[in-house]
């Protein structure tokens, strides 16, 4: 099996990961291109030859083989067309020639062109293959430097017969309030699905280490096969506050790297979640529901710092009062759910007993606490439907913040869990905490180590990203 | 006004910058920002002197005149409390927009120096542009809180507000035209007459976040296009109405040159400008460069040298003399690369260079 599987590949060039049809050119390619002594331009047989000529010869050490990928450039492996390879290299290569999903080599151009056309009759039908669509990568093309006609870009956004743009605007849906239903071909699948779908499956592969076949599926596209394996880092570091939905910058492939932080979001949004340009993190937050509610327990808790004046435009302001009845009539509701999510906390999990008994102790208060600050959050979770796990999830952090804050800043605390709550109640199984695996234990570790969890730090570094 | 070398004619004004941070020779302006550059504009040709503003990740937004010999004198400078994502001038040259983090919109009149708000987001402010139409004037802002508010100035309410789906990541306009570049690729097209309207959204001619967008015109000078440019150190070119397919293309760009098959560094192209009169247009990008490029023939006019940071922002005066050019840290390699380098803003005489060259 193993055999026929080597005779079918063509020989490679371990160097530059490209392919030849025969050993004989890529002896000549890697003697040319590998083994030519930059400075008589001799041609030598090997790495370690070229290495020994140049000290020998010209007095000058060489550390690495010319015109090699960066992790393919040790000049001491010796390696002469396909002998020498290191095992695993070869069955890196043979994996990926056969899995189809290689990203790095030279010959995908043509599975490339192949998703293109996926990505063209898919357009109507929606959402996951097209979800899936933006991590196809780039197949690396040596081009010349200049402008070059890289070929005609796909054929679905080419104007058919568009009307010319300043004859007909009726044409067009008008620019009002709901320009959520786009008239336009391959709208939707676009600016949609490929959110709730592929960053979701993400998340869970992240969080839940034990990866099903959702994430497995899924794997080859947020983790690009070779090259930087940044990524992990970020998801299992964030995944512990909430789930979120970090999709990743693609890699290009071997070869190249795209210089930029591998999460897809904008230099910008990445920028704004500095320390030192803190008053602005609570401001991304307002846009995800998710970390809304996180972000305002951070700035309840530590009402001097964040000055949520600074924070409440008057765009906002006018949100507030248009939220601030809803909101009473809600608060009343969430009193009720408050004792009902209370006594399932009890139930189920012993350490957050605690956090109950002092919501309970606390509830006077919160109707009047509960107004200013935390109307922005209040009208996210009404709006946003969210998925209900991460709801619970979330919850979670919150009792042990609870616990450590001063009785000040319960109040909005409970408010905002309440909602959450509530989703996880109505849902048909009788949730209590211990439902969720993998997010409780993580989170009950938090709430029993009252007094030594840093509460405002970690909180700032647990702020969810976008999507 | 600038006549024609004006600008290199004279002696290098700042001979003592050594030459990796101004390996370009061009002049400096003089006391930039302490943050990075975020945001860079040339004053309308409705007033004769080259007035420069400048937002910044400090939160402040700076005002120079630039003289015909490439002196430039700082006018004022205000604090907005909040780090500016965008800047945009009033037709008229006596004010001044501001985009910022603290999801407003500001207006500055720089005749007064007082600062108001004009605009108002759920999250921060990420473009500003100011529209002129024949039947009404409004300010444009485009926000990470996924919609596009036009404002009239004067009420707290916007006069209209249109979903974008995803956050707003860049935009232009260019009066009948507006694009607006989002996350998750989204690419929508308005059109102003009238009212402003969805023109069409398009499928994005990348396969890589959007980073920047500008309208080009045709010969008889009304918009017909636009260059977006990625993370991914490429830009599309891409004709409204394109007579044949080939007309629209993409084009590479912002690379380290790696030997064929080596290693290649890859960077996001941070800001385009089309040339107000010659219609070529200039990029810059990470990696701390600009080149100047010839869309129709397809050419790269001039690359420059490479700076020590990124250039984070670009644009020509109105006259199509100055090139100004800023240079900061972008964030594109993490936090551990935040050095903390002296932030500039240079200005280089440009006509010349960005003139097609004669088709033979």
Redo the contacts between chains.
């Keep these: 099996m193993g055999r026929k599987k080597k005779r079918q590949s063509k020989p490679w060039c371990w160097y530059?990961n490209?392919e030849f049809e025969d050993e004989k050119i890529l002896i000549q390619h890697q003697k040319a291109?590998h083994f030519k002594c930059h400075i008589c331009h001799k041609k030598l047989y090997t790495g370690p030859g070229l290495s020994i000529h140049c000290m020998q010869v010209h007095k000058e050490p060489i550390d690495k083989v010319?015109?090699?990928?960066?992790n393919r450039s040790n000049i001491e492996i010796e390696i002469y067309g396909m002998e020498g390879i290191p095992e695993e290299d070869l069955k890196e290569h043979e994996k990926q020639k056969q899995g189809g999903k290689n990203s790095d080599s030279e010959d995908e151009q043509p599975q490339s062109k192949k998703q293109k056309n996926e990505h063209q009759n898919n357009?109507g039908i929606g959402s996951l293959p097209t979800g899936m669509m933006?991590p196809?990568v780039?197949p690396?093309?040596?081009?010349p430097?200049?402008?070059?006609?890289?070929?005609?870009?796909?054929?679905?956004?080419?104007?058919t017969g568009?009307p010319?743009?300043?004859a007909s605007?009726a044409a067009?849906?008008?620019?009002?309030?709901?320009?959520?239903t786009?008239t336009?071909m391959?709208?939707a699948p676009?600016?949609?699905p490929?959110?709730p779908l592929f960053p979701c499956a993400a998340a869970i592969t992240a969080s839940t280490s034990s990866s099903t076949l959702v994430g497995s599926d899924f794997k080859p596209i947020c983790s690009t096969a070779t090259g930087v394996s940044t990524k992990p880092t970020f998801p299992a570091y964030g995944s512990t506050s909430v789930d979120q939905k970090v999709?990743l910058?693609?890699t290009?492939g071997a070869?190249?790297?795209?210089?930029?932080?591998s999460e897809?979001?904008?230099?910008?949004?990445?920028?704004?979640r500095?320390p030192q340009?803190k008053?602005?993190e609570s401001?991304?937050a307002?846009?995800t529901a998710e970390s809304t509610e996180t972000n305002s327990a951070l700035t309840n808790s530590t009402s001097t710092s964040v000055p949520s004046s600074?924070?409440l435009?008057?765009?906002?302001q006018?949100?507030i009062g248009k939220h601030q009845q809803h909101q009473h009539q809600q608060q009343q509701q969430q009193q009720q759910q408050l004792h009902q999510q209370q006594q399932a906390v009890a139930a189920a999990a012993a350490v957050n007993a605690a956090a109950a008994a002092a919501a309970a102790s606390m509830m006077p208060r919160f109707p009047q606490i509960g107004t200013v600050p935390m109307s922005v959050p209040m009208s996210v979770p009404m709006s946003v439907t969210m998925p209900p796990a991460s709801g619970i999830t979330l919850m979670t952090p919150m009792a042990g913040t609870q616990l450590i804050r001063p009785a000040m800043t319960f109040g909005p605390h409970t408010a905002i869990m309440a909602p959450t709550a509530n989703m996880g109640m109505l849902r048909p199984s009788p949730v209590g905490f211990p439902g969720f695996i993998g997010t409780t234990p993580m989170m009950n570790p938090y709430a029993a180590a009252q007094m030594t969890f840093p509460g405002g730090p970690v909180l700032t570094s647990m702020v969810p990203r976008?999507? | 006004m600038f006549s024609q070398g004006g600008l290199g004619s004279t002696t290098f004004a700042s001979s003592t910058i050594s030459a990796t941070v101004n390996p370009n020779k061009d002049f400096e302006v003089v006391s930039p920002p302490e943050d990075s550059i975020s945001a860079l504009a040339f004053s309308p040709a409705s007033i004769p002197s080259n007035l420069l503003v400048a937002g910044s990740w400090d939160n402040c937004v700076r005002c120079w005149e630039v003289e015909q010999t490439g002196k430039t004198i700082p006018k004022s400078m205000q604090n907005v409390q909040a780090p500016v994502l965008d800047v945009a001038w009033y037709d008229d040259g006596t004010k001044v927009f501001i985009a910022s983090c603290d999801k407003a919109g500001r207006c500055w009149d720089l005749a007064s120096n007082q600062v108001i708000q004009v605009a108002g987001h759920d999250a921060p402010i990420r473009t500003c542009h100011w529209i002129k139409a024949p039947n009404y004037v409004c300010l444009m802002t485009g926000s990470w809180d996924k919609t596009l508010k036009f404002w009239d100035l004067r009420s707290p309410t916007p006069i209209m507000t249109i979903s974008l789906g995803e956050r707003c990541y860049c935009a232009d306009v260019d009066y009948p035209m507006a694009v607006v570049g989002t996350a998750a690729r989204g690419l929508i097209i308005y059109q102003l007459e009238g009212k402003p309207q969805e023109y069409k959204r398009v499928d994005s001619p990348l396969k890589y976040q959007h980073r920047c967008v500008a309208i080009f015109r045709d010969k008889k000078k009304s918009p017909v296009g636009y260059a977006l440019g990625s993370v991914e150190g490429r830009v599309a070119i891409q004709y409204l109405n394109p007579q044949t397919p080939k007309e629209n293309f993409t084009f590479k760009c912002h690379r380290s040159n790696g030997a064929p098959g080596g290693f290649q560094d890859i960077y996001a192209v941070n800001d385009i400008a089309f040339h107000p009169v010659h219609g070529t247009l200039a990029t810059v990008g990470s990696d701390g460069t600009f080149s100047f490029w010839d869309k129709d023939a397809r050419t790269k006019l001039k690359p420059s040298e490479p700076m020590e940071q990124s250039i984070t922002r670009c644009c020509f005066n109105h006259n199509g003399q100055i090139f100004a050019y800023s240079v900061s840290y972008d964030w594109a390699k993490g936090h551990e690369y935040n050095t903390i380098k002296k932030n500039h803003i240079f200005l280089r005489s440009c006509f010349d260079e960005l003139k097609p060259r004669a088709t033979s």
């Design positions: 530059c490209r291109k010319p015109n090699a990928l960066s357009i933006p196809n780039m690396p093309q040596y081009g430097p200049m402008i070059g006609p890289i070929g005609p870009v796909g054929p679905p956004f080419m104007g568009m010319p743009m300043m605007p067009i849906n008008s620019g009002s309030l709901n320009q959520g786009p336009t391959g709208v676009q600016a949609h490929n959110k999709v910058i693609n290009v070869s190249s790297k795209i210089i930029h932080p897809d979001i904008s230099l910008e949004e990445h920028r704004t500095l340009y008053s602005e401001v991304i307002v846009t600074a924070t435009t008057y765009a906002q006018v949100e976008f999507r």
